[in-house]
């Protein structure tokens, strides 16, 4: 039973009696009002476990809906920018929505589960948007966050796990594609898809058969070095990855409350998901403007001298003009580089001369001032090629 | 005939760092490496089907990142990943762990000695100290004392500078630190024989000294002064094993367009008027270069591969004395299964890391004490890891690969040389000791490699199989490192330099020594990079 508002601040996914068990830091955070584990042993070793064996991350909370009926199709493609005419069944995409003056509102991933039969997930909750802009539409909507638990599976040993717990044929899924199991009668859907950036898997089935995937997972998994990871590990490896975040990278939809602090699709590097020859979505005669004359931002990657992280800092040019805000930052423990999402002024993400940043380290009674010079480079600092080889590899 | 802008001695993973800055300079470089593989002692070879052995050097912490990050060694297949504490199993049947949590540690440590629990967050700031101080100077080339060069006075002059930033309590602690013993050290912290016998063992891996001799404490320092992504102290394992440092270092010295030349044995160094000019290798061949950058140690450069008449008297005595003395062997295992060790409890991830059965000083001294006698120990200090457990690329799911580091091990025996007999009863001693705590064990060995000290000088040249190329004492430190007033990477011949891990800072998986050599040759070459 769902505790009353009154009783509880955070909801339990249903595989809290698994990971409470196994969460020795006792540090949780609060993902979307569900208790999400930060850390369950070590976050290094949760961190090395996604990125030399398998880690196994709880993503229940994650916002779902059902998106359904005989104008599904057609409601995606005037809600997000992206043409979805070309997703096929079995198929997943990630997609960004705008508003009408071409803001991002939020992204996500869509499952094209089959014809007119879509699941959107989200890191933040938009029914009243969805509802608002499906008006005409014959489509259903349906907030299913609750009846669908999920465990994303990711690193190099991944697939060797999935194969070894019996999902046969498991290594010639494509990356972004799903296909459907049977675990012990329960239906299983498995898509190849994570925020890693890694060889990497997300397993949806229905609540009550929750922990016994967990505990299935964890038996065959303990060969593969499988290994439960908390929500901090994960925020290293989606830095790595360059994946934006909501409430991070941008601030989603209509609810800032300042003007100015929302980015358009091509403010966030998501150029590639606007396709203004499929008809019309919402958004898109603000973004064919911004197209002509100009952007005002460019998100970034950022390789920073020194290995302090230069987590919110501003970005400079030459003497001290102030360019840009760095939004994500981490010594990346695989890359070996500091490294930093940063959302710079344009056209200052071309001229890659004389950036640098200011970053603050408080150390024993004494702040010290670092002044680091650094460059843009791809945000995609880390990109194996397992990620994408089909079929997928077994280490 | 061709005539390269350098030649590079040997595909160790110092010589090929320095043939990787070179080359990214600009140069054109080439490296001959004796055996048909790369690596040197930082090899990953596959003896056994399906397991990968990390043949000598086995685990990585010292590896500068400021050098994996110029030479993008992570693009170039490096990763690195750390391994949670270790443990030591006792002869009374407890155990020892160390865990990264600190106040697991802490309680672990009180199960010993509430005492030591507590004084353990002492001697950790006190390493941490002496780690900060002695930081800054492993990129740097050691100035040398007796020199009036502006640079080499500004290099002491910086060094004065920061010891006097130590403070006047801190000096003390410095000058002493850099002379003492590790007994002494550790007995400044700690009661507890069973936490001492577990610090101790980093002072004595690969040196011919026991805890209780003065300068182990330094040794100590030597293998606390690498770090993991910021965490100083920490060690980790390469993934692919240790190959994948000089491979990775390989594949960047190759983008820059360098080339390897493996089975190229160099036999002599050839100089003409006080100049380098080239190498003739074992087959007659002649390979010529504007350099010759050597990776062997001193003595199997100047010793075994240059005419006598080419060096000076007084050098060439003072490389034959350089202290080299093998100490070290080591067991490469393919396992059937995981071994149990019935004295750690399921569950304490201490096996994931170093495991040791040396529960007091005192049995690390009598080991010694074997050594000087010309024997193996006879009950050995092992360094054991199973890497595998956090690597999934050593060995077959379900199977294992078992690293052992074993001391002492002495390269001349006191009955006469090494053989294939000595050496399996050598093999014997270590996998019997294993086995005293592992009963099932010995029923799970499906290949083992044995490697003594004289294996190892067979195989990667390194003299005595000593795998520091040269001890790490106070004697052999800084400017005095290999040969006083050749501490700057310069031979005494023009044209020829040192790069290996017998020149500052020393040995150790490091590249250090490789990346000052190439700094000090482009500044020669007047090359700005």
């Known amino acids: 039973m769902t505790p009353e508002p009154y009783e509880a601040q955070l909801l339990e996914t249903p595989f809290h009696a698994r990971t409470s068990s196994l969460c020795s830091t006792r540090q949780w955070g609060n993902w979307s009002g569900f208790a999400s584990v930060n850390a369950y042993t070590s976050v290094d070793m949760e961190y090395f476990a996604a990125r030399s064996t398998a ?134 859907m498995v898509s190849r898809t994570g925020f890693t950036g890694d060889l990497g898997y997300e397993l949806w089935i229905d609540p009550g058969a929750a922990e016994l995937l967990w505990d299935r997972l964890m038996e065959v998994g303990s060969l593969y070095g499988l290994r439960p990871m908390g929500s901090e590990a994960l925020e290293m490896t989606r830095i790595e990855a360059g994946f934006i975040q909501a409430g991070v ?59 302090k992280p230069a987590l919110h800092s501003f970005v400079y040019q030459g003497k001290d003009t102030e360019v840009g805000i760095v939004a994500s930052a981490m010594w990346s423990p695989t890359c070996k580089r500091n490294i930093a999402i940063a959302s710079l002024k344009t056209p200052y993400h071309k001229d890659n001369h004389g950036l640098w940043v200011d970053v603050y380290v408080y150390r024993e009674l004494k702040w010290e001032r670092i002044h680091a010079s650094c460059k843009v480079v791809d945000k995609q600092f880390f990109n194996p090629p397992r990620r994408w080889a089909t079929p997928a590899g077994d280490r | 005939m061709k005539v390269y802008d350098a030649i590079v001695i040997g595909a160790g993973h110092n010589g090929l760092t320095t043939a990787a800055y070179l080359a990214k300079a600009g140069m054109d470089v080439i490296v001959l490496e004796r055996q048909p593989y790369i690596g040197g002692a930082t090899v990953s070879r596959e003896l056994y089907p399906g397991f990968t052995y990390s043949n000598c050097s086995y685990v990585c912490s010292l590896m500068r990142p400021e050098i994996m990050r110029d030479l993008e060694l992570p693009r170039h297949g490096l990763q690195v990943i750390p391994y949670e504490g270790g443990v030591t199993m006792m002869r009374n049947g407890d155990y020892f762990a160390t865990y990264p949590n600190h106040d697991q540690n802490r309680r672990e440590i009180a199960r010993h000695s509430a005492h030591d629990a507590e004084a353990y967050d002492y001697f950790g700031a006190e390493t941490l100290r002496q780690c900060r101080f002695i930081k800054k100077m492993l990129l740097t080339t050691p100035p040398d004392p007796t020199s009036f060069k502006p640079r080499d006075l500004f290099g002491l002059l910086d060094i004065a500078r920061r010891f006097h930033g130590l403070g006047e309590e801190w000096m003390y602690d410095t000058i002493r630190f850099w002379t003492m013993s590790c007994a002494d050290f550790l007995d400044q912290y700690f009661e507890s024989e069973v936490v001492k016998g577990h610090l101790a063992g980093t002072s004595i891996i690969g040196t011919a000294l026991g805890p209780y001799s003065p300068g182990s404490a330094y040794v100590l320092l030597h293998h606390y002064m690498g770090e993991v992504d910021g965490s100083i102290g920490s060690w980790g394992y390469a993934r692919g094993g240790m190959g994948a440092v000089s491979g990775s270092l390989a594949n960047s010295f190759q983008s820059y367009g360098g080339e390897i030349r493996t089975a190229a044995e160099v036999e002599q160094i050839i100089v003409k008027n006080n100049r380098a000019v080239g190498v003739a290798l074992s087959g007659g061949e002649e390979v010529l270069g504007k350099m010759v950058i050597s990776n062997m140690d001193v003595k199997r450069t100047f010793d075994k591969s240059m005419d006598p008449a080419d060096l000076p008297e007084d050098f060439l005595h003072r490389v034959r004395n350089f202290k080299i003395r093998g100490s070290s062997g080591k067991l490469n295992i393919a396992l059937d299964g995981l071994p149990d060790f019935p004295s750690i409890p399921d569950g304490c991830r201490g096996r994931t890391g170093d495991m040791h059965v040396s529960d007091s000083m005192e049995y690390l001294e009598r080991g010694y004490d074997d050594w000087k006698d010309g024997t193996w120990s006879r009950e050995p200090y092992i360094d054991m890891m199973i890497p595998s457990l956090t690597d999934p690329t050593m060995a077959p799911p379900g199977k294992h690969y078992m690293s052992v580091f074993v001391q002492y091990v002495p390269p001349y025996l006191a009955d006469g040389q090494w053989n294939d007999e000595k050496r399996a009863a050598f093999g014997k001693t270590v996998i019997d000791k294993i086995a005293e705590y592992s009963p099932n064990f010995k029923d799970l060995i499906l290949h083992a490699e044995v490697r003594t000290p004289w294996d190892i000088e067979n195989e990667t040249g390194l003299t005595e199989g000593n795998i520091f190329q040269g001890e790490l004492t106070m004697d052999q430190l800084m400017f005095n490192r290999p040969v006083p007033g050749y501490a700057q990477y310069r031979a005494p011949v023009k044209n020829l330099y040192m790069c290996g891990s017998s020149t500052h800072p020393g040995g150790g998986v490091m590249g250090a020594p490789g990346a000052n050599a190439a700094r000090e040759i482009l500044l020669d070459m007047r090359i700005k990079t």
Not at chain 1, 66 to 79: E, F, P, Q, V, W
Not at chain 1, 149 to 167: E, H, I
């Open chain 1, 55 to 188: 880690a196994l991350f709880d993503i229940s909370p994650m916002t779902k809906y059902a998106i359904t009926g005989s104008d599904a199709a057609s409601y995606l493609n005037r809600l997000l920018t992206r043409n979805m005419e070309k997703v096929k069944p079995g198929r997943v995409v990630y997609a960004v929505w705008c508003n009408d003056a071409g803001m991002v509102i939020d992204d996500g991933t869509v499952f094209c589960l089959g014809e007119n039969d879509y699941r959107l997930c989200s890191q933040e909750r938009h029914l009243p948007w969805l509802l608002d802009s499906a008006i005409g539409y014959n489509v259903e909507i349906k907030d299913i966050t609750s009846g669908i638990a999920a465990l994303a599976v990711q690193g190099p040993t991944s697939s060797a796990v999935l194969k070894a717990m019996g999902l046969v044929g498991i290594e010639n899924l494509k990356p972004y594609s799903l296909t459907e199991f049977d675990l012990d009668g329960h239906s299983l």
């Open chain 1, 249 to 307: 990278e941008f601030f989603p939809g209509d609810l800032p409350t300042r003007p100015d602090r929302l980015r358009s699709p091509f403010e966030l590097g998501m150029g590639w998901l606007v396709d203004f020859d499929k008809g019309h979505f919402i958004g898109r005669r603000a973004l064919l403007q911004e197209k002509k004359t100009g952007s005002r931002y460019a998100l970034v990657g950022l390789d920073i001298e020194g290995n």
